[in-house]
């Protein structure tokens, strides 16, 4: 089965590399601040993603994916290029899926596609980029696009394979779909 599932701050390159050597307190502290509540982000969306994962009341678990949209939010606007942002943007990108808002997840899944092009995942964001056009949004146009991209993109990825299959069953009826199962497993 298909599985399915997210860089420093320009201002302290910029700060360093002034030709002032003397670095002002108070700068500093904003510099330990700023870093303390980065990691601070960090921790907590990393916590709210285990707990989104591993909850069985559904009822928190949306609470928790609003809480979890707001603080991915305001991570990946405050630092767009940091190294985190394309994972910070998958866990958003869930958040929303469980929050039944496909757009919004397909918009952060967008941002990581169109800005972090050697994002290691990026084939699976590509994927499921793609399946939720496909099945929750059931605009099978621009699904097909999403599936061709990845395709294009990685041809030798695994994700590459799945989107071909998928690609083939796009447009067929629930019947079509049926009998095409039903063809695979009389042939095993």
Do not use: W
């Not at 169109?114 to 146009?141: R, S």
């Not at 999403?146 to 989107?163: C, G, M, R, S, V």
């Amino acid at each position: 089965m298909i599985r399915v599932l997210l860089f420093s701050v320009l201002i302290a390159f910029f700060s360093a590399c002034s030709g002032d050597k003397k670095s002002h307190p108070v700068q500093e502290k904003k510099m330990v601040a700023t870093d303390f509540q980065r990691e601070e982000l960090i921790s907590q969306i990393n916590e709210n993603n285990e707990l989104i994962s591993h909850s069985g009341n559904p009822d928190s678990v949306l609470f928790i994916c609003h809480k979890q949209a707001e603080l991915c939010e305001q991570f990946t606007t405050t630092r767009p290029l940091d190294m985190e942002t394309p994972k910070i943007l998958t866990y958003q990108a869930k958040a929303y899926k469980v929050l039944q808002n496909p757009k919004k997840s397909v918009q952060a899944l967008n941002t990581i596609i169109q800005n972090f092009q050697d994002y290691e995942n990026l084939p699976e964001v590509m994927l499921v980029k793609a399946i939720t056009i496909d099945q929750e949004i059931n605009d099978k146009q621009a699904a097909e696009k999403a599936y061709l991209e990845l395709i294009q993109k990685f041809p030798d990825h695994p994700f590459a394979n799945d989107a071909k299959s998928l690609l083939t069953q796009l447009h067929m009826s629930d019947e079509e779909l049926i009998r095409s199962f039903e063809a695979k497993n009389k042939k095993k």
